[in-house]
């Protein structure tokens, strides 16, 4: 949870997708010194219709238009003994492809490993991202193990995939919530200025903590170890932790939606009933009165049968 500093403080009601955001907006408010607001946990409703995106991909493989998807690339591959690996960055100067490109990505395709590239769309914008995409494509178009993904929803790619490598992207926890494989990232420093996190405690915060359970993090003078630590990594038992981690973000799968309208009907029904305290004595003496009227209505009926 990123927010800007001081961006949840003056909301009386939020709701968030899980115990975890919970808490960190419970960390802020402290940290603040602002009065409590009231949380509700809902889900979420992305991750669902992601999901439901996600399965349909699954079950309507070959209806797919072929001309915008990954199935029929990846079925010319003829290597599949080695695991899928779908490298999926964020975009800007600091990011897997701008910052490490083919260092660590042609050493991944020499070793045999069915990499799928998805570029984020944001990078194929700005100038310079482009052409440093362009010149890696051109340098791994010999392998024909390496598949780019550009202009396919996400899903695609995550249904294939055996674990992903990413920087500081937020579709890790897409692909941890919809897939529950694990995700390998590589170590970055996260500037913390501007945002609440500046004012807690980073050795509590969830999402730091959670990419070394869910895979680990990669320091650049490991590249050279990088087929290992693939290997180690799907053969280890992060993925029970990976599963963990799954069922922490993603709470109430498929029900965001009514979980929701729950918390936003309880909030309006506290708002009404807070603006007629004044008149609950009047209110609470009509419901006796309506069914006092009730009973004297059946009562008079049967009387009349």
């Not at 990011?95 to 769309?121: D, M, N, Q």
């Not at 200025?193 to 980073?202: C, N, Q, W």
């Not at 309208?261 to 708002?271: F, G, N, P, W």
């Amino acid at each position: 949870m990123t927010y800007r500093a001081f961006g949840l403080d003056y909301f009386d009601s939020v709701l968030v997708a899980n115990e975890i955001q919970k808490d960190f907006v419970r960390e802020v408010e402290e940290a603040h010194a602002v009065k409590k607001k009231y949380i509700g946990v809902v889900g979420s409703t992305y991750l669902d219709e992601l999901s439901n995106l996600r399965d349909t991909a699954l079950h309507n493989e070959s209806s797919l238009d072929h001309k915008i998807h990954l199935f029929d690339k990846l079925s010319n591959i003829s290597s599949h003994d080695k695991p899928v690996i779908l490298v999926s960055p964020s975009w800007g100067k600091e990011t897997i492809l701008s910052k490490y490109g083919l260092k660590l990505l042609e050493p991944l395709a020499k070793a045999g490993f069915v990499l799928i590239v998805r570029p984020h769309p944001q990078s194929l914008i700005g100038e310079a991202e482009s052409k440093n995409i362009k010149n890696i494509q051109e340098n791994l178009a010999k392998y024909e193990n390496v598949v780019w993904d550009i202009g396919t929803p996400n899903v695609y790619a995550f249904t294939k995939a055996d674990m992903m490598i990413s920087d500081f992207s937020s579709v890790i926890f897409d692909f941890v919530c919809l897939e529950g494989k694990p995700v390998l990232t590589l170590d970055f420093e996260f500037d913390t200025a501007g945002y609440d996190l500046s004012d807690i405690d980073m050795k509590k915060f969830y999402t730091f903590n959670a990419l070394k359970r869910i895979g680990g993090k990669l320091q650049e003078e490991n590249f050279s170890n990088l087929t290992t630590i693939i290997t180690e990594i799907l053969e280890s038992t992060k993925t029970q932790e990976v599963k963990k981690c799954k069922e922490e973000l993603w709470r109430y799968p498929h029900h965001a939606g009514f979980k929701a309208t729950q918390e936003l009907l309880k909030i309006e029904r506290e708002l009404l009933e807070h603006s007629l305290k004044a008149y609950m004595p009047q209110i609470s003496r009509i419901r006796d009165l309506d069914s006092m009227l009730a009973c004297l209505s059946s009562n008079d009926t049967k009387d009349k049968q």
